[in-house]
């Protein structure tokens, strides 16, 4: 479409947004934007919807059918509740829970949610106070409730806000429920579609007690209660990045029986604006750098921080050299996967009926624990709503010991469907008093799992592509990938390809094709060579990215045949970027 073409529909568009269901301060903003002699923000305003996708909303908060306002996010709920008293016709109540983090009008936009909700005649349970995400998805289950919602764009800049949705088991939806609500969600065309007007009797608050029985239940997953005694005093760095999890968290690490949890005062401070870093998200350096600092100041043993809504963990240590080092979220799954199994079969729990769960761009290291323990592997693809689905479909049949995935991703528990910062941090903390009590620090204990299992180094890359053009550039650059398959990589030869679009792969060293047995397809590319290296390319769900995964592995004899392994594997991928263009 010529630009002409289009700035003359996204001014049609923005047009119907002058009427009078839309409120004097939309109005306003909207013909701030048709007088603007710079139409960018008109077009990036209205040049679509922002689309109600698998996981819900996600975008820049602003006026706009493209951004995240009163009326986008009002659409969701209406179309959710429409499609919620369809599902659920037969019941004679409803129930839906709604949380929300710190992030600007992430309250505000809760609120209007539950009077939607309620205008639809659906009982709503609504959090007195932000609330980490994995709690939200504990209470839907504890409360019997249909579907549930938080307020939260994750570790988005503090431009973002989003919606997920979740279906009656705590989970985020997946099909047929994901499909049906979008539909539902795509009919509200209109402000005048949406019942804004609720009945208050229908929003129950609620809070501390729900906080009391979540951390309750999360004692129970701990598996060294009396190594946390003998290292109760362990000193440990925690920083929420001025989200969620700065009540929750050092209050789960007390009940874990942690006495020494040294915070961080600037990050403790909830703001939507996160005035400490650019971006609150604990996979980058400079979010987790003044959580380090206050370690170095008071010579803890770790340093634990959570994304705004409080499902994400990173960590950093001490290496060798005393220096501290930020854990990528493939070593903490490492960590987590080898201390999980082996922790349950020194306690008589593995029965042959146990399994993981990680996703299909996740370290190919955690196979390689779990085959050797005779415990089962299921790879699925990215997204924490897969790895619940293995849960739902294996509940009474097979026993979950954990899942996760390479960002920052993990749950220990199956009473939370999504990934969890909360018992993340108490079992990393765990891990930690467990390595010590055996005179090994958590970076030695990773070598020592290198050593047995072989060492690999996985970096991620995105490559951030804004607007309408960039969403056109990163479909074009997926075609392209398709078109022409790699038949080398960095000097080594591929022997298969995955392509999840299609459902099919192809084995160059059969000359062969197969099809790939998934629940659904998804955009991703996946390439093995004949080095053991994996290559995956995907467009992000929900973030204006393309996404590569590289993973490289060395074999090792030994713990001090590691830094060579690094040296050999950081080359390896800085060729692999090179070859690729990136």
Known sequence: MDTEKLLEEVSKKAGTWLGEEYDKETQKAVQALLDSPDPTELVEAFYKDLEFGTGGLRGIMGVGSNRMNKYTVGAATQGLSNYLRKEFASLPEIKVVIGYDCRNNSRAFAELSAEIFAAN????????????????SYTIRRLGCQSGIILTASHNPKEYNGYKAYWDDGAQMIAPHDKNTIAEVNKIRSAKDIKFEGDNSLIEVIGRDIDDAYIKELKTISLSPEIIARHHDLKIVYTPIHGTGV???????????????INVPEQDVVSGDFPTVISPNPEEPAAMALAV???????????????PDADRMGAAVRNDEGEWVLLTGNQTAILFVYYLITRWKELGRL??????????????????????????????YTGFKWIADIIRK????????GGGEESYGFLCEDFVRDKDAVSS?????????WAKDQGLTVYSL????????????EVGVSVVKQGKSGAEEIEAMMKNFRKHPLKTIAGSRVTTIYDYASLKGHSFVDDEDFSLNMPTT??????????NTKVSIRPSGTEPKIKFYFEVQVPVKSAQDIPDADAKATEKISKIKESMGI
Request: with cysteine.
């Open 425 to 433: 941090a108490c079992i990393m903390s765990e891990i930690t008093a």
């Open 351 to 380: 029965k042959g009926r146990e399994y993981i769960v990680k996703t299909i761009v996740t370290s190919e290291i955690i196979r390689a624990i779990a085959e050797k323990n005779e415990v089962r592997l299921y790879d699925v």
């Open 121 to 136: 005649g659906i009982k709503v349970y609504l959090f007195d106070d932000l609330r980490p995400t994995p709690e939200i």
């Open 446 to 457: 990773l070598n020592r799992i290198y050593a047995e299992y072989g060492y690999s180094k």
């Open 394 to 401: 294996n509940e009474g049949k097979k026993t979950f010991i």
């Open 522 to 531: 998804s955009n991703v590319l996946q390439y093995n060579t004949e080095d």
């Open 293 to 307: 600092e206050r370690a170095k100041a008071t010579d803890a043993e770790i340093v634990l921080a959570s994304d």
């Open 247 to 261: 009540r929750l968290i050092p209050a789960a690490l007390k009940h874990f029986g942690f006495t020494n949890i």
